[in-house]
Each structure stands twice: as structure tokens, then as C-alpha cells.
């Protein structure tokens, strides 16, 4: 059964990455702020439960896991949200994993794709799929290759719903970067945006009367 499919993406010369998501009839509306994928009806695409599991297979090499944590850890520390917890598995197949792709199938300028199934406007199922067919990823800001922990950053923030942000070019959401540059922190924007549209879940602040 063949099913709709729209492409999410800036047509650069070289690109973090680009949002394939899958579309399924059915939504409520939710919270409306900028800067989010939309779904044919127009609604931010966002996670409904938080964290969000991020596997990795086990056989990952240790400066690997680190970056991918390291990713993970900004996004958290950064927000004050719990968005996502790694978790560390055999098979690196499942929904929600991160998987190095060395026959590319997806746009070339890419070096990294996350791939969404949505249930009305919530993100049922994603995975993250990096190129390491025309690309090379490091993990130690090596002038050739691709830095590793940048671009988990900004698919992490495509499993948020968040868009491409051209505008701002220091928002890790922005889609261009050449090989040797790295994106390691997250803008204001990008924290702003996160923190209204996931605002339920962000940890409440205790009062006291005297």
C-alpha cells in the first residue's frame, strides 16, 4: 500500500539533514509555536511523551557514545527538560535508534536523515539515519569529516518537531555546515522554542508560604 511522503528539506550544497515523514489522517491540535514541522492540517508535529528513548547498538565505539550522550546531555541541561534518555542495545534497528548508513538511498548533500512515522501530529516512530556512504564523521573536530556530535544535535532537534531554521545561523537548526565546522551548543531560539511548545513538561517550581 503505497502512502504519501513529503521531504522536509533545504536544497544546499551540503546539509545536516532533512525530515522524511510518512502522513496519517488523524490529528487533535496541540500547543502552536514557531519554528515546528507541520502536518497537512497545520499543527506543530511534536513527541507526545517525555523522554524520548535514543538507542544506540553496543558495538558503537566509546568516542561514538560519548558524542551521541554529550548531544543528548545539551538538549537537557539546556531546556531543563528531560527530553531524552540513551539507551544502549544489540540491535540498532528499532524505532528510535541511530543507524550508520553505508549504501545511501536518500539526497546526496545530506549527511544525515531522521525519518518520522506520525500519528495525527505526534511522532509515533522516528529513526536517525547518518551517511557514512559519502561522508566521513568524526568525533575530535578532524577539518575533513563531519563532527558527529553536531549533527545529533540537530537530528536530535528534528525528533522534537523542530524545523530547519535558515534565518539564524546560529541556531543548530540551521541546516548548513561544512565539513570541519561543528554546532555544539544550542542557540537562545532554539531553547525558547523547545521550553513554550513542551512547557507540561518541564519541571514545577516548588512555593512556599510562610
Not at 510518512?22 to 514557531?34: D, R
Not at 545530506?110 to 539515519?129: D, V, Y
Request: proline fraction near 4%; include cysteine.
Amino acid at each position: 500500500m503505497k502512502r504519501s511522503k513529503t521531504i522536509i528539506a533545504a536544497q544546499l550544497v551540503f546539509c545536516l539533514g532533512s525530515v522524511l515523514y510518512l502522513y496519517t489522517p488523524w490529528h487533535v491540535p496541540n500547543k502552536q509555536c514557531s519554528g515546528f514541522i507541520k502536518d497537512s492540517f497545520g499543527y506543530n508535529m511534536t513527541q507526545e511523551k517525555l523522554p524520548v528513548d535514543i538507542i544506540i547498538n553496543q558495538d558503537l565505539i566509546e568516542e561514538e557514545e560519548t558524542a551521541i550522550r554529550s548531544a543528548i546531555d545539551t538538549w537537557n541541561r539546556s531546556t531543563g527538560i528531560d527530553l531524552f534518555v540513551l539507551r544502549v542495545a544489540k540491535d540498532s534497528s528499532d524505532p528510535g535508534s541511530i543507524r550508520y548508513l553505508k549504501k545511501w538511498e536518500y539526497e546526496k548533500t545530506h549527511t544525515a536523515q531522521t525519518n518520522i512515522i506520525p500519528r495525527g501530529h505526534f511522532i509515533k516512530e522516528f529513526s536517525i539515519l547518518l551517511n557514512t556512504d559519502l561522508y566521513q564523521f568524526s568525533t575530535n573536530y578532524s577539518p575533513t569529516a563531519v563532527d558527529l556530535q553536531s549533527v545529533i544535535l540537530h537530528e536530535l532537534g528534528h525528533v522534537l518537531g523542530l524545523d530547519h531554521e535558515t534565518n539564524d545561523l546560529q541556531s543548530v537548526m540551521n541546516p548548513n555546515m561544512n565539513p570541519g565546522e561543528y554546532k555544539r551548543d544550542i542557540s537562545f531560539s532554539d531553547i525558547s522554542r523547545v521550553k513554550d511548545q513542551y512547557e507540561k513538561f518541564r519541571p514545577k517550581k516548588l512555593s512556599y508560604n510562610n
